[in-house]
């Protein structure tokens, strides 16, 4: 039996696993319960992606779809096991609706997908909040969610594994800055272009100042865009 275990279907954690899932009859996927009927019918994946990237989208590749018999749906409190390990499910909204984390309690490892941003090995690190999905408070409880599993060994997915605990805080400064200042831009300028927001959030946050090279920055200022949008819809409402 092989497994492939995905945090959340975002194009660049499960993009694959349709074709690998076609090579692999004998492959499982878990994922997430909410995410399991996108990966089954990938259409509304591939439109969204379509959406953001635009032509871009030829490079990038769609989707297929995976057989619902090789697709397993997790949920929180679920447990994976892998030969002598044993993985917990940790259901971590907030990037995405249905991401999840994988902490093995024996060794305190804790597999944190996108839940808790970037690390790169030049020591960048910075939240990721892309739309549709991205929401500040859900971000913030999933964070203290992972900080109380008090994990000895945080992997990234991107990029690699870290034992730096000051990063859930930093985490949850960053989240607080990063809506703050596009508010703020918002606030002033409703029609604002990205260029504006970079320039404020280069100003204010100095990992997107020092590391400028890491262009996914205009992700996030359009997760925050929306979720603020949102957020506005729900108090007129
Ligand atoms: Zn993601």
């Given amino acids: 039996m092989k497994y492939l275990i995905t945090t959340h279907i975002h194009l660049d954690h499960t993009g694959a696993a349709g074709d690998l899932a076609r090579e692999n009859p004998d492959l499982t996927v878990f994922v997430h319960e909410l995410g399991a009927p996108h990966l089954i019918n ?12 635009g032509s871009q989208m030829e490079e990038i590749g769609e989707m297929i779809p995976i057989p619902e018999s090789q697709v397993r749906p997790v949920t929180d409190g679920d447990e994976i096991r892998l030969g002598k390990t044993r993985w917990q499910v940790v259901h971590t909204p907030g990037h995405a609706r249905y991401h999840i984390c994988l902490f093995e309690p024996e060794e305190k490892i804790l597999f944190a997908g996108d839940a808790l941003g970037c690390l790169y090995p030049d020591g960048a690190y910075f939240i990721v909040t892309p739309a549709p999905d991205y929401d500040q408070k ?21 990029l690699g594994p870290s034992r730096d605990k000051t990063l859930f805080e930093e985490a949850r400064k960053q989240h607080r800055l990063w809506v703050d200042i596009i508010e703020e ?35 996030n200022i359009g997760g925050i865009k929306r979720y603020l949008e949102k957020q506005k819809e729900k108090k007129d409402a």
């Fill in 42 to 53: 990938p259409e509304r994946l591939n439109q969204s992606v379509r959406l953001i990237y």
């Fill in 138 to 158: 859900l971000s913030l409880e999933s964070i203290q969610r992972l900080e109380d599993l008090k994990p000895e060994l945080i992997v990234f997915t991107h």
């Fill in 185 to 219: 831009v918002l606030r002033s300028n409703p029609e604002a272009e990205i260029d504006e927001f970079l320039k404020m959030i280069s100003q204010k946050i100095p990992v997107v100042r020092d590391f400028p090279q890491y262009n996914s920055y205009f992700l």
